[in-house]
């Protein structure tokens, strides 16, 4: 990891929950027929991506409402805690891309239990206490721009990417984008785990990064956005399910699996304690763990399985699985330490000191 740096006053404040509970964008799914039920899901998933399995389960539960509400991660993981302080309900289901946020939420004993035949085929690495479950099987991605990356800079590992930043640096200087992690919960999270996979490959590609005067943004989205554009000309760290779907979208970008070491993240679920319609909120997470839920998502917004196959167009080993390169984050007690306060922060300090230092003339601060 990173040597200690003496830590620096950042120009980034939370909100007060209730500004927090104002910034959720919300979209109400009318019930099929006759509404019997109402489901409240806030989430830090794009409704992009969940659209078509919302509409699945109402063809299966035409009685049920639902109303879905996004966030950035950090604004959900805010939003949640301070419910479970007050003892007060936030929805029936939580989302989030944060798997450790939810974890120290459960820690927290802001959690409802669930048990039932589709909870028990999830994976060890994906289940902890039977209160939080991945969903999902997301690589974390190079994206590029082919119009902008000749083939022979394409980097392929996380040493290669530090290497042509550092011998391309007038091409590459303020055209790499990546997460802001003191805004991202999930940018933090993968930053982290990419600390704790080598720390000399990551101290090395962090100082490529500052000297290259990378581009951080909250989300995913914008950073994609970007690439696309061409005002960027790549993206690290990007989750590979939207990824793939901008790819889809937009046939000047590319997508690329890491063939030194790939963090593999799984969605997060959690039933929250004081949920008002915790039983619709179980019935949800089951369709998403079902065979009908999983195949769906695979096809229409996450795409990448567990069994390791990518798809054709992903640059990337044969098979993610078999090659041995993925590194899936555990859902466990192991992800408190990502959430301590104190070490948090630290690292927060160290990796915003690095950047910042080298880093003026690129750095934004959103």
Not at 168 to 178: E, F, I, N, P
Request: aromatic share 8%.
């Amino acid at each position: 990891m990173m040597n200690r740096i003496l830590p620096v006053v950042l120009a980034v404040a939370l909100s007060a929950t209730a500004a927090l509970a104002d910034s959720g964008s919300t979209t109400f799914f009318k019930a099929l027929g006759p509404e019997e039920g109402r489901l409240t899901i806030h989430s830090s998933t794009d409704l992009a991506a969940m659209k078509s399995l919302i509409a699945d389960f109402q063809t299966i539960w035409p009685d049920t409402s639902i109303e879905y509400k996004e966030y950035l991660t950090n604004e959900l993981n805010a939003l949640a805690a301070e419910a479970c302080r007050k003892q007060e309900p936030l929805g029936d289901l939580l989302l989030s891309s944060s798997v450790d946020q939810l974890v120290k939420l459960a820690n927290d004993g802001c959690a409802r239990p669930h048990n039932s035949p589709e909870t028990a085929r999830v994976a060890e690495w994906a289940n902890w206490r039977d209160e939080v479950f991945g969903f999902t099987y997301e690589p974390a991605v190079f994206v590029y721009n082919a119009e902008r990356v000749p083939p022979r800079d394409v980097p392929r590992t996380h040493l290669e990417l530090a290497d042509l930043l550092r011998e391309q640096l007038d091409t590459y200087r303020g055209k790499v984008g990546t997460y802001d992690i003191r805004l991202s919960g999930i940018g933090y999270l993968l930053a982290f785990n990419d600390a704790r996979q080598t720390s000399a490959v990551f101290g090395r590609l962090l100082e490529s990064m500052a000297r290259a005067a990378t581009v951080a943004r909250c989300c995913t989205g914008e950073i994609l956005e970007e690439v696309a554009k061409g005002n960027l000309y790549i993206g690290y760290n990007m989750l590979g399910s939207y990824a793939y779907d901008a790819a889809l979208r937009h046939p000047q970008l590319r997508v690329v699996v890491p063939r030194d070491y790939t963090l593999v993240l799984s969605r997060g679920a959690l039933i929250p304690k004081n949920a008002v319609a915790a039983e619709l909120g179980a019935r949800f997470l089951d369709y998403l763990l079902s065979d009908r839920g999983q195949e769906l998502a695979r096809s229409n917004g996450f795409y990448f399985s567990e069994d390791g196959a990518l798809p054709a167009e992903v640059d990337g080993p044969q098979n993610l699985k078999a090659s041995g390169v993925a590194q899936p984050i555990r859902i466990g007690p192991a992800l408190l330490a990502v959430q301590d306060r104190a070490q948090r922060q630290g690292f927060i300090d160290d990796w915003s000191k690095s950047l910042i230092e080298l880093n003026s003339p690129g750095w934004t601060r959103e």
